[in-house]
């Protein structure tokens, strides 16, 4: 199992950027599916998650601003980051709980990171 993510890049203050994490491999289902970001200096923190039913969750610090969404057929999904600020700026990386076999444990996977830099 392969996650990849993609479009982060450099945005000034205020604008958009929509990140993808796409998920290949020998995957039988996809239960969370979430995006974490570090700052230099910083830890690592979670950003948002969506549940396989749907639900949503959103560090307080970019609720309103971010939306996580999801595409089961495409075993892939999105990070919308809108009214971006400085502070947004990090690698972020995607992550979810995949279920290989009907049977088997669900484990955990880790994306490479994407850089997001929010600068004017």
């Known amino acids: 199992v392969q996650l990849q993510a993609s479009g982060g890049g450099l945005v000034q203050p205020g604008g958009s950027l929509r990140l993808s994490c796409v998920a290949s491999?020998?995957?039988?289902?996809?239960?969370?599916m979430g995006w974490y970001r570090q700052a230099p200096g910083k830890q690592r923190e979670l950003v948002a998650y969506i549940s396989s039913g749907g639900i949503t969750n959103y560090t307080d610090s970019v609720k309103g601003r971010f939306t996580i969404s999801r595409d089961n057929a495409k075993n892939t999904w999105y990070l919308q980051m809108n009214s971006l600020k400085p502070e947004d700026t990090a690698v972020y990386s995607c992550n979810a709980y995949i279920r290989v076999t009907r049977f088997g444990v669900p484990s955990d996977y880790w994306g490479q990171g994407t850089q997001v830099t929010v600068s004017s």
């Open positions: 491999g020998s995957i039988f289902s996809i239960n969370v």
